[in-house]
């Protein structure tokens, strides 16, 4: 029965259900930054996503992170906000992998 009302929700806006409405009331933090990131499209989170691409690209292509840029996720990966547990941002080129060819000559296919 919860299947359905997740699916529910998903769907057109003009839906209105009370249990959605309590749920929403009783959510925690981490239910609401996962529930925010579902929604790429929002206001919010474009505008969130925006201002971090340009300040990521402003730093260096590895840098050392106080915390987590997004915690839920780490929590559920098996990050813990305790001493010894360090997080690193590492910049990834875009493309897909080049392979490396002496003077640019390929034999075969």
Do not use: N
């Amino acid at each position: 029965k919860k299947r359905r009302g997740k699916e529910r929700r998903r769907g057109s806006p003009d839906h209105f259900d009370k249990r959605e409405c309590d749920e929403r009331d009783t959510m925690g933090a981490y239910k609401y930054i996962e529930e925010l990131w579902r929604k790429k499209q929002s206001d919010v989170l474009r505008f969130l996503l925006r201002v971090r691409c340009w300040e990521y690209r402003q730093l260096a292509s590895i840098c050392r992170l106080s915390r987590p840029s997004r915690p839920d996720k780490a929590r559920r990966l098996g990050y813990k906000a305790k001493q010894g547990v360090v997080v690193y941002r590492a910049r990834v080129r875009r493309g897909g992998r080049k392979k490396p060819v002496s003077k640019g000559i390929v034999y075969g296919k």
